[in-house]
């Protein structure tokens, strides 16, 4: 059977062989619920707590303000649903790019309470215009919710976290930031951030999936999301994912360890990836910005639409290859991408994205790029 090549990194990655190490006991031996008090449980406990002080530690952030959720979909509902009801937000302000867990959430707010919701304009770069959200946040005395992604899933442009937070704090906004593409790829210290809340994904940055966090400033008191029993410190109800939660530490831990080297090789693959195929390709093109502010892990390309490039990712995988027409949650449908839509509204052109991690190699690409040149 031919090797299939994987791209498709900032939909999910492999998990890691010393991950899988570190969660085996707890899927085994360590089989105890935390919330007992003999030893089984007081060891589940333990681990929960030290994956806590470890991933509190990475990220710079106090262990209080580091809840364990089902992943980064879940601590985005969390997130915002807090800031309207339970910290007194009347207004979000947010962007036509966001991901789905967050466009969903706040447009069923807009109908359910009645929430003001705008947008901010986005640059033709695909990034957002810093002028146009400083306009709105000064435009209304309502208590207004800001949620921006920190780097898009889709074209990989990263926003200035720390200037959209200042921003915030200068109109007494909250601020949420989707950091799934970069929590486990980009260094943080939130206590030096300008952030309410961020979140993220294990399954990102080779760790399990069905595990994420969520981050809640200490100076933000909110009411559970989960109901039902007093885990995660009375905030999410549901006995703990424990093996999740170990695998989680773990991943983040390898993923900061090796962080500069990662980069550096992943970058150079994208970069790679670029010239081949402006080398290889008439008239390819590519989404967001993409020499400047943009993830090291993602490649947005444009190919000339035809009969055969309209089936370009199925016949990718018919050839071992996959990669993605945008991000996973909207690849399996047959709608166009509502990010390149809002970039690039009169596109007559067919999108893949290309995402990498240290896995890949560059004779994968040439093997990629050759059979795009077949197909196109």
């Known amino acids: 059977m031919q090797t299939r090549i994987y791209f498709d990194n900032a939909a999910t990655t492999p998990l890691d062989a010393e991950v899988l190490e570190v969660m085996m006991p707890y899927l085994t031996t360590h089989f105890g619920n935390p919330s007992s008090i003999y030893s089984y449980g007081r060891e589940t406990r333990l681990a929960v707590e030290n994956a806590r002080k470890t991933v509190a530690k990475i990220l710079g952030a106090n262990p209080g303000e580091i809840f364990f959720t089902s992943g980064g979909t879940e601590s985005t509902n969390m997130a915002v649903n807090a800031a309207v009801n339970d910290l007194g937000c009347e ?3 947010s962007s036509p790019l966001e991901h789905h867990a967050t466009l969903h959430t706040i447009e069923n707010l807009y109908k359910q309470k009645n929430i003001e919701l705008e947008f901010v304009n986005v640059l033709p770069n695909g990034h957002i215009d810093l002028n146009d959200l400083e306009r709105l946040l000064a435009s209304s ?3 207004t919710l800001v949620t921006l992604m920190h780097a898009n899933n889709e074209i990989g442009n990263i926003t200035d976290i720390n200037a959209v937070g200042e921003l915030c704090k200068k109109h007494n906004a909250l601020f949420h930031s989707d950091t799934v593409q970069t929590v486990g790829h980009f260094p943080f210290n939130l206590h030096a951030m300008p952030v309410d809340f961020i979140n993220g994904a294990a399954h990102k940055f080779h760790g399990p999936k069905g595990v994420g966090i969520i981050y809640i400033s200490e100076k933000n008191k909110i009411k559970p999301f989960i109901q039902g029993g007093a885990q995660e410190r009375n905030m999410r109800a549901g006995t703990e994912n424990i093996y999740g939660i170990v695998g989680f ?9 090796n962080h500069e080297a990662d980069k550096a090789y992943i970058n150079e693959l994208k970069q790679y990836m670029m010239q081949q195929l402006c080398n290889s390709i008439k008239d390819v093109s590519f989404n967001g910005d993409v020499k400047g502010c943009s993830l090291y892990t993602v490649l947005s390309a444009n190919f000339p639409k035809t009969e055969k490039s309209e ?9 071992n290859i996959c990669a993605s027409g945008g991000s996973a949650c909207t690849s399996g449908a047959s709608v166009s991408s509502h990010v390149i839509s809002a970039i690039n509204p009169q596109s007559d052109f067919i999108t893949v994205r290309f995402s990498f991690s240290r896995h890949n190699t560059k004779e994968e690409i040439d093997t990629v790029v050759e059979k795009l040149k077949e197909l196109i």
């Open 311 to 319: 089936l370009i990712l199925f016949n990718l995988d018919i050839n």
């Open 91 to 93: 207004r979000i302000i």
């Open 249 to 257: 530490a773990k991943a983040l831990e390898l993923a900061t360890k």
């Open 141 to 143: 005395n309502k208590k």
